[in-house]
């Protein structure tokens, strides 16, 4: 069965410091990993998409995820968190059939303190 | 602005009180789904569409009907409402084939059963 990891309930870095929030999968055949976040009472903001190519993947407002094929991992990282960044993040993992659907993890809550 | 808008927003319902959830979507995306979000869970599917007239089981349809009659619609309907449906629902569309972003979601709708 298809399935996403996020091990972490919660994550607190000091602004300014590195931030990492973790996530596995496993899937059948090759994986369409995703990043989400949710800001208090709003819906989900795409962040990044990995589908082919590079490892590192880019996204919004300054963070990247990295793609490790080995260790079935897509970690989200930022070199250096701000306040703001504090917000739910959900990673996903493509469903391989035909129905597209995402399977998410159970999501991480990143608190970023001044 | 084009996206995926869901309605209401907020409702209170007493056990056993039926609602329908209207998402509805401008982009002409094919496929639609339905996610449910519990602390501690991240999204699960409800049900889903692959296009206008069609619908399936997700991971947790149980109490749950959907209908998709016209392409840029898709309802979830709850028959008798009960307290462990109370949760925040989300609709999300996304077109056939490859798509950068491929998932738009909407803002969700916040349901209390007491």
């Known amino acids: 069965a298809q399935s996403v990891a996020q091990p972490e309930d919660q994550v607190n870095v000091a602004e300014g410091n590195p931030l990492t929030v973790k996530c596995t999968y496993s899937?059948?055949?090759?994986?369409?990993l995703f990043w989400y976040v949710q800001y208090p009472n709003r819906g989900l903001q795409f962040l990044l998409k990995?589908?082919?190519?590079?490892?590192l993947v880019k996204g919004s407002y300054g963070f990247e995820a990295e793609f490790n094929k080995s260790q079935t991992s897509f970690h989200l990282k930022k070199p250096s968190a701000l306040v703001s960044d504090s917000a739910l993040y959900f990673c996903a993992v493509r469903d391989s059939g035909n129905t597209g659907k995402l399977i998410f993890g159970q999501g991480t809550t990143l608190q970023v303190k001044p | 602005n084009a996206g995926v808008t869901q309605t209401p927003k907020f409702r209170v319902l007493k056990t056993g009180q039926s609602m329908t959830l209207l998402c509805a979507q401008d982009?002409?995306?094919?496929?639609m789904y339905w996610y449910r979000q519990d602390p501690g869970m991240g999204l699960r599917l409800i049900h889903y569409?692959?296009?206008?007239?069609?619908?399936a089981k997700g991971e947790v349809p149980d109490g749950y009907n959907v209908s998709r009659l016209k392409k840029q619609n898709f309802l979830l309907g709850l028959e008798s409402a009960a307290p462990s449906q109370t949760s925040v629902y989300f609709c999300?569309?996304?077109?056939?084939?490859?798509?950068?972003?491929?998932?738009?979601f909407g803002s969700g709708t916040r349901l209390t059963v007491v």
């Open positions: 569409s692959v296009g206008e007239g069609t619908t």
């Open positions: 899937v059948s055949g090759n994986p369409y």
């Open positions: 982009m002409n995306h094919e496929y």
């Open positions: 999300a569309s996304r077109p056939s084939g490859f798509s950068f972003y491929g998932y738009t």
């Open positions: 990995y589908i082919t190519g590079d490892n």
